[in-house]
């Protein structure tokens, strides 16, 4: 990757989103720098000119100016800060509330215009690579480089780690044998083998580079029916999210492809996840006692109705 290929980038997004169009109304009468301010304050507890020079990066000189536009013409106000009383809080006044719903609703009106014109298919690809651009140039300005989490396709190697993590932590934590990682090679190896990329789909958990879960959707026997699988969180990276995330990435490809119904296979045992389940809507169908990898465990089939819980 070179500067140039940033630099064009840039210019598309820019000109892709109308930043510089302002023939399309979406800041007047404000510019785009004001127009993020009031968003800033909007969506602020409790804020000062100095946190919003940090947050913004703005010439202190220039959001002073800013601001006295704003508390000339009653958009906000300044008062003593609780949190320091040698700086100015800066809050909304009603009029300055409604100034900044408004630009918010032409941006949300905006943005839905335009992710309307996206393949429901190519939306979660869409997500996931934006995703990727913020954590990695996020982590180049993150001291600790730790970074947020993103979903990706999987690189080669990671289908292999999949089958290994998912063996390690079901013998740690569970106490199965190796039937399961040979019931979770076979999986892994009939995707690797044979599938549609347009109908089934790996997605990888990655922070600051490293794998941090995993999940699968595949086509099911049943016509119209997809199927969950292998869905996996390490334990590092518990109550972040990161099961939630994976699992509506699993619904919303499988919905935006045209599936009409999710289906899935866990264990009793498997508490957390099956409360993850039940909070996405998925509903269980069937039940059965089963002796399988070592153990005495009672097999779930759960489902979910794709239109019904369709957004």
């Known amino acids: 990757m070179t500067v140039q290929d940033i630099r064009a980038f840039n210019r598309f997004y820019t000109n ?5 169009d302002y ?9 785009l720098t004001e127009a993020r301010v009031l968003y ?35 958009l906000v106000e300044r008062s003593p800060s609780e949190k320091d009383p040698r700086r100015r809080r800066v809050s909304l006044t009603a009029d300055g509330r409604s100034a900044a719903e408004l630009l918010d609703e032409r941006a949300r009106d905006s943005v839905g215009s335009l992710l309307g014109a996206v393949d ?7 997500a996931e690579a934006m995703r990727t651009i913020r954590t990695i140039l996020g982590d180049a300005h993150t001291p600790d480089g730790a970074g947020e ?13 999949i089958v290994q993590r998912n063996a390690a932590l079901y013998a740690a934590e569970y106490g199965w044998n190796t039937d399961y ?3 979770v090679a076979r999986i892994v190896a009939d995707y690797a083998e044979d599938h549609d990329p347009h109908l089934e789909r790996v997605w990888i958990a990655e922070r600051a580079g490293r794998p941090m879960g995993c999940v699968m959707c595949v086509r099911d026997d049943a016509p119209g029916t997809a199927r969950l699988r292998l869905l996996l969180v390490e334990p590092e990276a518990r109550g972040l999210g990161i099961g939630d995330r994976l699992v509506t990435a699993v619904i919303d490809f499988a919905r935006g ?31 059965k006692p089963h002796r399988s990898f070592g153990k005495d465990l009672v097999g779930q089939d759960w489902r979910l109705d794709l239109h019904a819980s369709g957004g």
């Not at 000062?48 to 800013?66: C, H, K, N, P, Q």
């Not at 429901?120 to 869409?126: E, I, K, M, N, V």
């Not at 999987?154 to 780690?161: E, F, I, M, R, T």
């Open 149 to 161: 989490v993103v979903l990706r396709e999987p690189h080669p190697g990671d289908l292999g780690w």
């Open 120 to 126: 429901p298919g190519a939306r979660p690809r869409l």
């Open 23 to 31: 023939g399309r109304h979406l800041y007047a009468p404000y510019t």
């Open 257 to 287: 492809v045209g599936y009409r119904d999710l289906v899935l296979w866990t264990n009793d045992v498997l508490a957390a996840a099956r409360r993850l389940y039940r909070r996405h809507g998925f509903v269980l169908s069937a039940e």
């Open 40 to 74: 800033e304050l909007a969506n602020s507890a409790d804020t000062d000119a100095a946190d919003l020079r940090t947050d913004l990066a703005l010439d202190a000189g220039y959001l002073s100016r800013i601001l006295n536009k704003f508390e000339e013409t009653g």
């Open 181 to 183: 990682e040979g019931l």
């Open 16 to 20: 892709l989103i109308g930043a510089l």
